[in-house]
């Protein structure tokens, strides 16, 4: 068989595979994996960076809470005997107990919102555990389903590699560049005249070239470009 008729009938294989149910379901599953996955990653880089809020919101509360322990500390055992010092230092008491308290605010507010992307990280992964099983059943069943095309996907593809491992590269290059323009069909044979990619009738001249071109030369048909082949039913 020849690479051209291989492609064809891979390209028919790919196309059943394809289309079992299971394999357009797989896509879907897969797509919204990529999805939740990539949003239970921003969620995580959320937690991480919450975390480490949180941690400087606590040692920001303990620093104030034990200077004012501190403050509270020397003023309950006389330490400042200065009436002007001791005044200010009570005045200084009071600016920590409001610090403290807008900072306990601040602290509590970055616990609710670690919760939060907590709680949110923990459901995106478990839609994640879900869909992976879904995936691996879905992909078990399209597996049962396609069993055949595949082993017949498989076995057709190191057919065209062989048969392709034979021929000119620059040649193999050409064929794949104009199949991939011309809808899957790189080259057609000169039937009777007549290319059968495009169904037009080759004028006379350019029979004539055709025929006197040696056997190993590429040739073209000159109205849909495709590598025309030559046989014993051309016409030439």
């Not at 900072?103 to 992307?117: C, I, N, R």
């Not at 099983?133 to 190191?158: H, M, P, W």
């Amino acid at each position: 068989m020849d690479v051209q008729a291989l492609d064809a009938k891979l390209d028919l294989l790919k196309h059943q595979l394809k289309n079992i149910p299971e394999t357009q379901e797989l896509e879907k599953l897969l797509a919204s994996r990529t999805d939740l996955a990539g949003r239970a990653g921003d969620v995580r880089i959320r937690v991480d960076d919450l975390t480490r809020e949180q941690k400087k919101a606590d040692l920001d509360v303990e620093q104030v809470k034990t200077r004012r322990t501190r403050d509270q500390d020397r003023i309950d055992k006389g330490l400042i005997a200065n009436p002007k010092d001791l005044e200010r230092m009570q005045h200084e008491m009071v600016s920590l107990e409001r610090r403290i308290s807008e900072l306990e605010d601040t602290e509590l507010e970055v616990m609710e919102q670690l919760e939060d992307a907590q709680r949110e990280h923990t459901d995106l992964l478990r839609q994640v555990s879900e869909l992976d099983e879904k995936i691996a059943a879905t992909t078990e069943t399209r597996d049962a389903k396609a069993g055949d095309v595949s082993v017949a996907l498989t076995e057709v593809t190191e057919e065209r590699k062989q048969t392709a491992s034979g021929l000119p590269e620059d040649l193999m290059a050409l064929y794949t560049k104009v199949r991939e323009q011309k809808g899957g069909v790189g080259a057609a044979a000169l039937h009777r005249r007549r290319c059968s990619g495009c169904s037009l009738e080759v004028n006379a001249a350019e029979l004539g070239v055709i025929a006197k071109a040696p056997s190993n030369e590429v040739l073209r048909c000159e109205e849909c470009n495709r590598i025309l082949i030559r046989t014993s039913e051309s016409g030439i």
